[in-house]
C-alpha cells in the first residue's frame, strides 16, 4: 500500500511539472511573437467607422478650426468671431479674383506651393477617411475648407501655361503686424509661365486639382472636370517646361525654397493616375521617370517640399489592391515604389532594425528639422496610418524589416505615439495643437491672433502687439505650431516663429492623421 502510494505520487507530480513547463513555454512563445511582429496570419479586414475614440475625435473637431482661422477673401459666415472680410482685391492688378485661398501661417501672404501641397494631402485624407470624418460630422468643413483653397488655384490658372504663384510682397508683409482685414499694402502678384517656369509649383499644383477632382466627382461633377482639365493642362506645362521656380524667381528662396522638381512631377503623375485611369500617367511614373526622379530603395522625409515618401506610399495602394492590364515593365516599376515605402515604414517603427535615430531625447518623437519640427512626425504618421490600413484592407498579414516581422498593429501604434506626443503625452506634459487640452502655447507667432480685434493699429505701430508679454487675446484654435527642440524645449514666446508658428500645411497633415485614427475602419480600394 505505502509503496503504490508513493510511486503514483512521484508520477503525478511528474506529469504536474510537466504541464506546468508546457504552459510557461506556450507563455513564452506567445510573448515572443507578440514581440517579433504577431502571427503570420492577417487580422481580419476591418468594417465600416467603429466606436469613435474622443480625444482624437476632439482633437480633429479642433485641428479642422484652423483653416477658417487662415481664411482669406470674403467670409460667407464667420465661425472664427475675431475674423473677418479681408483681402478683397488680391489679384485685382491682372483683372482676376484672387481673393479666397489661405495665408500660409502667422503672417498674410499667399504661398502657391505650400498651399497647393495643403490641398493635395487634405483630399488624400478626405478619400481615404471621408467616412470616419463624416462620423464625426468633420467631413463637410474639411471638403468646404479644400474647396476654399481650389477655388483660388482655379482663378490663379489664367491660362494653360500661366499660373499665379504668390499673392504679397514677402519682404513688404514681414515689415507689418497687422490685422489681415485692415491690410492697404500693395499685393503684387507673381506668375510662372513659358519664359519663367517653375516645375515644382506648376506640378503640385497639378495634384491638388487632380486629387480634389476625385473628392468633388459624386457631389458635383461638373466641379470635379474643372479641376481635372486645370490638373491635365497644368501638368502637361510642368513637364513640357521643365524649370525650377527657385532659380527662375529668386525670391522666393527665403520661405520656400524646392530642392527640385521630379518628387512633385511624379507626385503629380500618381494623382491624374488615379483620377484618370489614364495609362500614359502611370507609365510616366513607372518607368524612365521613375528611374530618373523617384530615388528607389532610399528612404526621404514627407514635406512640402519633398514628396517622394508621399508618391511611394500611395503607388503601393495599386499593388496592395491591384490594378488591370498593366505591362511587366509597369508592374517592376510599381514594386519598386512599394519595396521603397516598405523601407520608410521600416525607419519609422521604432523596433526596427533599419529604425531611424532622427528621434527626440526621451519622448520618441520623429524630430528632423529645428525649424517647423513636427511637420515630419505628423506626415511620417500621416503616411504610417494609410500603409497600416492598406495591410489590413488587402489582408496582408506581415511587413519584413531587414528579416525581422513587423503587423499593421506596430504601425499604427507607431502613429498613435506621434498623435499622443503632439497631444501632450510628452516631458512638457502640454499640447501643441491650440485650443487642445488644459495646457497649449498662448504667445503662437500669428499677427491676426495677437492683435485685439478692437485695436486701432496700422503696419507698424503693430509691433507693440508681438513684443506685448500678454498672451494672445485670440486664440488661433487648431494651428499647430512648429514644436518642440531635439532636447524636448519649447520657448513659448510670440517672437519665436521657429517653434510658436503654425501652417495651414501642418493643419492638413495633422487633420489627416486624427482622420486615421478617429475610429477604425478600412481604407476605400478605389477612390472612384
Sequence with gaps: MGEKSRSSKGWCGWLLVLVILALVVGAVVITIKKKTGHSDKAPPVPGPPGATVKKYSDALSIAMQFFDVQKSGKLVDKPISWRGDSALKDGSE???????????????????????????????????????????????????????????????????????????????????????????????????????PGTEVAAETAAAMASASLVFKKADAAYSTTLLKHAQKLFTFADKHKGSYSLNIPEVQTYYNSTGFGDELLWAASWLYHATGDKSYLQYVAQENGKAYAQWGSPTWFSWDNKLAGTQVLLSRLSFFGTKDISDLEKNGLLMYRKTAEAVMCG????????????????????????????????????????????????????????????????????????????????????????????????????????????????????KWLTS??????????????????????????????????????????????????TTSSVVQSFT
Excluded at 350 to 365: E, I, V
Design 469 to 518: 508679454t500678454k498672451p494672445n487675446p485670440n486664440v488661433a484654435i487648431g494651428g499647430l505650431v512648429g514644436g518642440p527642440f531635439k532636447n524636448e524645449t519649447y520657448d513659448d514666446s510670440r517672437n519665436n516663429s521657429m517653434q510658436g508658428e503654425p501652417t495651414t500645411y501642418n493643419s492638413a497633415v495633422i487633420v489627416g492623421l486624427l482622420s486615421s485614427l478617429v
Design 348 to 463: 519609422l517603427l521604432p523596433h526596427s532594425p533599419t529604425a531611424t535615430s532622427s528621434r527626440t531625447d526621451s519622448g520618441g518623437l520623429i524630430w528632423v528639422s529645428e525649424w517647423n519640427s513636427l511637420q515630419h512626425p505628423v506626415a511620417s504618421a500621416f503616411l504610417a496610418t494609410l500603409y497600416s490600413n492598406y495591410m489590413l484592407t488587402s489582408q496582408t498579414a506581415k511587413l519584413s524589416c531587414s528579416g525581422k516581422s513587423f503587423s499593421a498593429a506596430d504601425l499604427r501604434d507607431f502613429a498613435q505615439s506621434q498623435a499622443d506626443y503632439v497631444l501632450g503625452d510628452n516631458p512638457l506634459k502640454m499640447s501643441f495643437l491650440v485650443g487642445y487640452g488644459d495646457k497649449y502655447p498662448q504667445y503662437v507667432h500669428h499677427r491676426g491672433a495677437s492683435i485685439p480685434i478692437d485695436a486701432k493699429t496700422g503696419c507698424t505701430d503693430g509691433f
Design 94 to 196: 491682372a483683372n482676376l479674383d484672387l481673393s479666397k485661398g489661405m495665408y500660409d501661417a502667422g503672417d498674410h501672404m499667399k504661398f502657391g506651393f505650400p498651399m497647393a501641397f495643403t490641398a493635395t494631402v487634405l483630399s488624400w485624407a478626405i478619400l481615404e477617411y471621408g467616412d470616419q470624418m463624416e462620423t464625426v460630422n468633420q467631413l463637410e468643413p474639411a471638403k468646404d475648407s479644400l474647396k476654399w483653397i481650389t477655388d483660388y488655384l482655379i482663378n490663379a490658372h489664367e491660362s494653360d501655361n500661366v499660373l499665379y504663384i504668390q499673392v504679397g510682397d514677402s519682404k513688404a508683409d514681414h515689415s507689418c503686424w497687422e490685422r489681415p482685414e485692415v491690410m492697404t499694402e500693395k499685393r503684387p502678384l507673381t506668375q510662372i509661365n513659358t519664359s519663367t
